[in-house]
């Protein structure tokens, strides 16, 4: 029995329809190199999406592995209950400095689902301690996707993660959220005033009273397709929040980091959330490891004598994890030591030229949209219209099957393909990635408009 048919005996992989492995076998990768991925057939891939928008400086970077080796010959766990260690409190105390302002104290999670529901927790046991026993409600925005236990899917709105498990759900508020491709008021994300927060305007200051908070990602809603929207949404969201006495979450487990040419989305408003969710590039790719970052105010609405149950008692093994800690105080050295929020500012214009160049005037290109590095392109059937292929048609999918054999990783998101490579990327690789993109895509629009339906 080889690697293949041993993985598919006994693995279940995640975000899959498993039957879908019997005609498209699982790729059993052997190293990682850079930007690079190699199979154990030898062939190489370009991981364009940082193996799930979490790898920053590149597989198998040497600097975040000698950092671990140091870690794991002193210190590879401690229970975080009345015990601490040097490395948590370095990267606390760092990371506390380069966040926003109200954010003054750092809770541990092992991952971005957890950070999600260890915020959400917070929000409804802060508001129930100080007396406002009526706020109780969780609100988000259409199209919103924060994670995959069942708080965090609460507060998502993507039916293909959530449908099923709608009954024993969380009963949350979603209210439209910015749509800025297909924009009911007409604007421009780049010009507007956000006239769209007039949805959420509306709600809250019709329900503020039973509202705990509101959740958001900011600047982007990556699953949703990574859909970009004005900063002054944010601006807006945080006034309303203040004015009501509404917790504001930012959900930056993915966008945090660099992903949008700011360290931290918010930055683009200049807003402090009362909630900060960090992961994914926290530490780079290697480990799990996720933080809920609040302010002393909310902190303080915990802090009592033992006999008042108001501690907050949430825990998680692995909290605090020093190797976990190591790591990403390694990641915030690098991007002290090689500059790469600026760095990444000219590799960002770069590659946005160069996609915009090859493809926009292409007859599916509905939307080409960037910040930062993440770069998307939304294809449609009819570009005056605006619309979608049909989600059965798969066509993104298709298009991520003829890339992997060209030897790009081009995972998308419905009909949406995106870029949102490692920091590493150069201009080689950019150049190689738009050129099988774009290769990929005609070869399957060609066949989906030859025979007029799927093949």
């Known amino acids: 029995m080889n690697l293949v048919e041993k993985d598919l005996k006994y693995i279940w992989h995640p975000c899959s329809q498993m039957k879908d492995y019997e005609t498209f076998e699982p790729i059993v990768i052997k190293k990682g190199d850079g930007i690079k991925l190699y199979d154990i057939e030898g062939n190489e891939y370009i991981d364009a999406i940082s193996s799930w ?36 409190i370095k990267l606390c105390e760092r990371i506390v400095n380069i966040t926003p302002d109200r954010l003054t104290k750092v809770f541990f999670t092992d991952n971005g689902s957890a950070s999600v529901e260890c915020a959400l927790k917070m929000s409804f046991q802060y508001h129930a301690q100080v007396g406002n026993t009526k706020k109780t409600k969780f609100v988000a925005i259409t199209d919103a996707y924060h994670g995959e236990t069942i708080g965090a899917l609460s507060v998502g709105d993507l039916d293909l993660y959530s449908k099923v498990y709608k009954p024993i759900m969380i009963d949350t508020k979603r209210v439209e959220g910015p749509d800025c491709y297909r924009c009911k008021f007409n604007k421009k994300r780049e010009s507007c005033n956000a006239e769209c927060f007039i949805n959420m305007k509306e709600y809250i ?12 990602e900011p600047m982007v809603q990556g699953a949703a397709g990574m859909k970009i929207y004005s900063p002054i949404y944010l601006k807006k969201l945080r006034d309303i929040c203040d004015k009501y006495d509404v917790h504001l979450i930012a959900d930056e487990i993915a966008v945090g980091f660099g992903r949008t040419g700011k360290m931290f989305a918010c930055e683009h408003a200049d807003i402090s959330p009362d909630f900060m969710c960090l992961s994914k590039g926290l530490t780079a790719g290697y480990v799990p490891m996720a933080l809920v970052l609040t302010s002393d105010k909310i902190y303080n609405a915990f802090y009592d004598d033992y006999s008042t149950y108001k501690a907050f008692m949430h825990s998680h093994t692995y909290s605090g994890n020093p190797i976990g ?17 600026l760095v990444n ?17 292409h007859d599916n290109v509905g939307e080409i949209r960037s910040i930062g590095l993440i770069n998307a392109i939304e294809l449609v059937q009819d570009k005056e219209t605006k619309k979608s292929f049909d989600s059965n048609l798969r066509i993104g999918y298709k298009i991520y099957q003829k890339a992997l054999k060209k030897g790009v990783l081009l995972r998308p998101l419905g009909n949406i393909i995106y870029f949102n490579p490692p920091y590493v990327i150069n201009e080689e690789d950019m150049i190689k990635m738009v050129r099988v993109c774009k290769e990929c895509i005609n070869e399957v629009l060609s066949d989906y408009n030859r025979s007029g339906k799927d093949e």
């Not at 000698?66 to 401690?78: F, G, P, W, Y």
């Not at 800690?325 to 929020?341: G, H, M, Y």
């Not at 590799?347 to 005037?361: D, G, Q, T």
């Open 53 to 88: 928008w979490c790898n920053l400086f590149g597989h198998a970077n040497k600097r975040i592995n000698k950092a671990i080796s140091d870690q794991v010959n002193t210190l590879e766990h401690v229970i975080f209950a009345n015990f601490t260690h040097e490395t948590a």
């Open 325 to 341: 800690c190591r790591i990403a105080n390694e990641v915030l050295d690098i991007f002290e030591d090689e500059n790469t929020l």
């Open 205 to 216: 200051e019709a329900n503020h009273e039973e509202v705990a908070s509101v959740i958001i």
């Open 345 to 361: 500012e000219e590799k960002a214009k770069h590659f946005n030229n160069l996609i915009i160049e090859e493809l926009k005037n």
